[in-house]
Structures are given as structure tokens and as C-alpha cells.
């Protein structure tokens, strides 16, 4: 073949001129050893084969742009080897996202039965928040809602430390009738 005799950089300059021998003469040298370091990373030969046939199309794709001051062999090599590594980031996401579905679906079979205990909860914990004295309720409500301590004295106009007084009165009343929800549940289960 005509081409045989050029240099690597010396294809590379007649690629860039888009001619097709030249890319049929890299294509022809470079085929098999890029082929076989795909097949050995991956273990999946039709894998392999389409990396290194993406890879090439590629370097068709991109020839007028080519700047390849090193040997081609060398960039080549290393078209490849990023190539194998997205594919086998795009194969871990694709197993951790398999594996995030099925967890899914195991939490998911009781998603009804939750949603009811939630619900009944939530009920439970707005009834009790209701019974609070009406400045300790304004000042947990906002809490919940996002304020700060800060912000909450300003809009009940009260020191930053009478609402640290009214939400720590809040939480101890909640967590107190928490404790006597609690024991009456598990008087009723033993």
C-alpha cells in the first residue's frame, strides 16, 4: 500500500487534508492493538469493538482540528482507555441505580401503611401542638416554619431569650406527651 511508508505524524497531515488512505493506513495499523487493550479492560468483546470503532470515528470527525504533537499511537491509546472508563462509570450508575430501585421497591410495599401511621402522627402532633399555651405554640410554629430565635423575638416583639424560654417549654411538653403516647402503646402491645 502507498501509505505504508509514511510516518505517523506524516498521516496525521494527510488526514488533515481529509485524505482517506491516510485514515484507512491509521485505521489499518492501530485497529488490533486498540481492540485488544478495549477487550482485555472489559472483558465484553462487542463493547470493545464499538469503543474502538467510536474512537476512530471520532478522529474522522475531528480531523481538520487535530493537534496531535506527541505520537498517535500514545493518543490514540488514550482515547480509549477514557473511553472505557465512562463506559464503566456509565455501567456502575446504571447497577447503583438498579439497586437503589429495588431497595425502593422494598420500602415502597409498605408505603400505604406508612403514609396512614404519618398522617395519624402528624394529626396527633398538631393536636398537641394546639394545646400549647399560645405564646410557646407562636413561637414553636415559627421555629418550624424557619425563623430564628432572632427573628421570631422580632415578630412577637419579646427578648431573643423569652423565646428560647417559650420553644424549650414547647419541646418539653412534646416530648412529654411523645413519653406518654409511648408507654400507653407498649402497655398495649405486652
Not at 8 to 36: C, M, P, V
Request: negative net charge; contains cysteine.
Amino acid at each position: 500500500m502507498l501509505t505504508d511508508c509514511y510516518t505517523d505524524h506524516e498521516l496525521l497531515g494527510l488526514l488533515q487534508t481529509s485524505d482517506h488512505r491516510a485514515f484507512n493506513e491509521i485505521y489499518r495499523r492501530y485497529w488490533d492493538k486498540l481492540y485488544y487493550l478495549a477487550a482485555k479492560k472489559l472483558q465484553e468483546l462487542e463493547e470493545a469493538e464499538s469503543i474502538v470503532q467510536d474512537v476512530f470515528v471520532d478522529l474522522w470527525h475531528r480531523r481538520e482540528q487535530l493537534r496531535i504533537h506527541e505520537n498517535l499511537e500514545g493518543y490514540l491509546v488514550v482515547a480509549v482507555k477514557y473511553r472505557i472508563i465512562n463506559y464503566l462509570a456509565r455501567q456502575d450508575r446504571f447497577r447503583s441505580y438498579q439497586q437503589y430501585i429495588s431497595t425502593r421497591q422494598n420500602i415502597n410495599d409498605s408505603t400505604t401503611e406508612d403514609w396512614i401511621s404519618f398522617e395519624d402522627l402528624r394529626e396527633w402532633l398538631f393536636k398537641m401542638v394546639a394545646q400549647l399555651p399560645e405564646k410557646c405554640r407562636m413561637a414553636y410554629q415559627l421555629r418550624e416554619e424557619g425563623f430564628t430565635q432572632k427573628e421570631i423575638a422580632q415578630q412577637m416583639q419579646i427578648s431573643e431569650k423569652t423565646v428560647e424560654t417559650h420553644i424549650s417549654r414547647a419541646l418539653k411538653a412534646i416530648r412529654a406527651s411523645i413519653s406518654q403516647r409511648l408507654s400507653s402503646l407498649f402497655s398495649l402491645l405486652f
